[in-house]
């Protein structure tokens, strides 16, 4: 067995903004990160457009074009921050987690600014920002279209500083939580096919996103939810998974992200009659209202038969006013990816793009300080030991519908504050004479029980057909819009699906190296958590933000102005119930409206 003070699994953004925060504030602290990829492959790195923070360097002029703000009197502010995020979440978001984001965007853009970070200037040298949709004012702070990666780099590289260290392609089978105690997790060595049990007083999970469940996504392939099926597998909740985003602009058939910074540059769609259709669903915003509204708009071109293509199954963004010289300094990943992968120059023609499911508002509960919380007799109750950050968990900062820009916020944001609170919760262990809490001995039994199973299975079904299967019916059924006999029919194709896993074969029955295996540990949390989106969307009986319900088109504040928490019953399916949304000891600093753009 394997021990740590601390043990990190995923490592991402959340995951390292997490270990830097504890080496700094318990020095001593014994951390690990384990990561199923090497860190600079995480998905963090493919974020594009940029990072908010309302800093007030650019503003609007008389004509709706950003320009340089000035630095004495800036127009943009925390509270008009908090204000568009709580709006764009739908009103359904908590509203003391989204002011804590927000409240420290500004000094967490800075403290990444001297780690490192080479984001985009202003002429006058301070860091340029530029318009994203949903935001009242130009507060994306970016490193061309490259920012993730940028972020992702530079942490790396505190990451190295403090010499933390780092068990890469490390696969984590299991979590160990017992009496609400958090033990560590079980973890095969993909390299090797060794399996251990990390023993820590803490575990952090930072595992990133679950958009792999659909057939077009902008996620990574790394992005199979694994750590919110491991919580979820030791009785822990996850909380509203029905809501799944879905970005505008992914380019068509491949679902790679075309950054909303190229719309933020002056970039416009058009539908197959060259018009630009936005005029018809906010007329406000046009291009730059949020992601749901968007999506939903270029859903409604295609079903009326204004898409453009020979199916007429895409619309167009066009950036050809752009030019080449400012396509090359600001948006040079998307322009090389439409060139790439579709053969298409953005500089002559408009790119082919269609939704693709993005960003996952659901995830394991935490308080607004990472730590995971459990609902017992309607009460939020601390796992002892366990905490998330990131796009894992679930501190609804995003409620129904998350900002573009506020993901990467809330990456660094709750990665530094999880990371304090654990220093904090060393340091009161070390302070009271407690010590590691002990790792049960069916720990490691269970997981190496697991492998030997699968790898013994002589079925006759493939997992990569039923992986296909899953992702090609989740985005039918419960994609951009939903209605109810679809959603039922997926549920019984999830279980049907479900079935079919008991018999399938592997080709390769070795240990090192075993990617097949890793494949298969991934499908069968794939099939869990989706099971989760389709029973909460299912039950959830209104229209709020990326939730659209065709046979609900309203949004219902009356009946569902609350989480859902999906428990794993006693048949492995999952048990829905509710719970309030969070405000400030002051109630609600914004009370819910319409959302118009």
Sequence with gaps: MITHDVIIVGSGLAGMRCAVEIRRKAPQADIAIVSKIYPTRSHSGAAQGGIAAPLGNVRYDENQMPVPDSEENPQDNWQIHMYDTVKGADFIGDQDAIEILCREAAPTIYELEHMGVPFSRLPDGRIAQRPFGGHANPRACYAADRTGHALLHTLYGELVRYDIKVYPESYMLGLVVEDNICRGITVMDIRTGQIETIQAKATMFGTGGYGRAFKITSNAFSSTGDGITAAYRVGLPLEDMEFVQFHPTGLFSHGILLSEGARGEGGYLLNGLGERFMTRYAPGRMELAPRDVVSRAIYAEIEAGRG??????????????????????????????????????????????QPTAHYSMGGIPTDADGRVVTTIDGQDTVIVGFFAAGECACASVHGANRLGTNSLLEATVFGRRTGQTIANFLLGEARDGRGLAPMPAYALKQAEDEVA?????????????????????MFGNAGVFRQPDKLTQQLGIINDLRERFQRISLDDRGRKYNTELVDVLELSHLLEFSECIVAGALAREESRGAHARRDFPKRDDAKWMKHTLAFRGADGRPQLTYKPVRYGPEGPRFQPEERKY
């Design 308 to 353: 453009a293509g020979p199916n007429a199954d895409y619309v167009l963004l066009d950036l050809r006013h752009l030019g080449k010289k400012k396509l090359d300094e600001r948006l040079p990943q998307i322009t090389e990816l439409a060139r790439d992968y579709l053969g298409i120059d953005p500089v002559t023609e408009p790119v082919p793009i």
């Design 453 to 473: 199973e699968l790898l013994s299975r002589r079925g006759s079904e493939n997992h990569a057909d039923i992986r296909k299967e899953l992702q090609a019916t």
